[in-house]
């Protein structure tokens, strides 16, 4: 194979990062044991810091953008893996220290490859993405915790009309559970309520700051923004129920008290999927495969060129993306 491709890269732009299209070949991917053929990437919230540089998320330029990728084997210097393989990659720091998925092409570790579930085209893998994967994993993390399983109460979910929000309110509903999706988007209304959203609450009524603890209202919850709305639901949370954080899209600080967890027993369970380990990613997996509604996740996706990246990545950053973004980099 002597082919070259376009990629979506990030370069170092008199000392800033700038992303950019360039044309590649397969001797400047890194020298890592499996080549695979990539057919999809997706766009998620990180993605969009990274392009449009809002954070600083590559740690070594030049570096190929995309923390996910869906595709074929085409080579292998592993015994794991073979050509024609269909399998997928969720962060293990693509995008940050490893070149990721935007570009036709990728090389990468034997250990950082997940086989594409029998369950999902790679085109709904990537609908799912990293941005689904986590709110997987969120579930699980709260189920885990043991005090919240369907019928136990209401649960809710913050930045609902995002990828992760979205994958969370769907999974949440086919489980059984009753979801509140909280939103700063009323026009989502119908489309958070045909994902199995049983009530929405408007995500100003929780980016306010107030008290530490506050009437008992949410089993459980997913979180996606993090600030003042993570401290708010921790501080509404019922005793011994728990909050999965995984994400900051309305700040990185958590202005909170102690309160909540140490007189009402209340869990903040930390969720990353970037450096997950592979039984963690196999059971989240899993856990999409059986629960999460093949409709919902057509309504929750849309294919987007690879050359839309630039414009995609001001409006996630700009909090404007619903659902997911699935990209098409053939
Ligand atoms: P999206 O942009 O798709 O969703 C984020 C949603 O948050 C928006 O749709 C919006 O929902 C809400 N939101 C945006 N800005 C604000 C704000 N200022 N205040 C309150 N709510 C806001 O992103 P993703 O779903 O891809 O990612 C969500 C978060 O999770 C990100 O911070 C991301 O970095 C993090 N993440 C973390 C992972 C991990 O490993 N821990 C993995 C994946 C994601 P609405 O319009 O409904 O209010």
Wanted: charged share 20%; with cysteine; aromatic share 6%.
């Amino acid at each position: 194979m002597s082919e070259t491709f376009r990629a979506l890269t990030i370069v170092d732009e008199e000392g800033k990062p700038k992303a950019g299209f360039q044309t590649l070949s397969l001797s400047d991917l890194p020298d890592h044991d499996v080549l695979v053929e990539v057919a999809f990437s997706t766009l998620n919230y990180k993605d969009g810091l990274a392009i449009t540089g809002k954070g600083r998320i590559a740690r070594r330029l030049p570096m190929v953008a995309g923390i996910d990728l869906a595709g074929t084997v085409r080579e292998s210097r592993s015994d794991a893996w073979k050509p024609g393989d269909k399998v997928i990659v969720n962060g293990w720091g693509l995008s940050e220290t490893e070149w990721g998925g935007y570009a036709r092409f990728a090389r990468v570790k034997p250990e950082w490859l997940v086989r594409l579930p029998d369950a999902f085209t790679a085109e709904q893998a990537m609908a799912i993405g990293t941005a689904g994967y986590t709110a997987a994993l969120c579930v699980n993390a709260l189920e885990d915790w043991g005090t919240i399983e369907p019928g136990s109460g209401e649960v809710l979910v913050t930045g609902a009309a995002g990828g992760v929000g979205s994958t969370a309110v769907s999974l949440l509903a086919a489980k059984g559970y009753r979801v509140t999706a909280s939103t700063g988007r009323a026009e989502t209304r119908d489309y958070l309520s045909s994902l199995g959203a049983s009530a929405l609450v408007d995500r100003a009524s929780l980016s306010e700051k107030s008290g530490p603890l506050q009437k008992e209202r949410w089993s459980g919850a997913v979180d996606s923004v993090g600030s003042t709305t993570l401290a708010n639901l921790l501080a509404q949370t019922v005793y011994g129920g728990a909050v999965a954080a995984c994400g900051l899209a309305g700040g990185a600080d958590l202005p909170g008290t102690v309160l909540p967890h140490i007189l009402r027993s209340v869990a903040l369970l930390g969720v990353d999927s970037v450096m997950a380990p592979q039984a963690k990613r196999e059971r989240a997996w899993a856990l999409l495969a059986a629960h999460l509604d093949r409709k919902h996740l057509a309504a929750i996706a849309r294919m987007e060129p690879l050359s839309a990246l630039p414009q995609l990545a001001q409006d996630i950053v700009a909090g404007k993306i619903r659902g997911r973004v699935v990209i098409d980099v053939s």
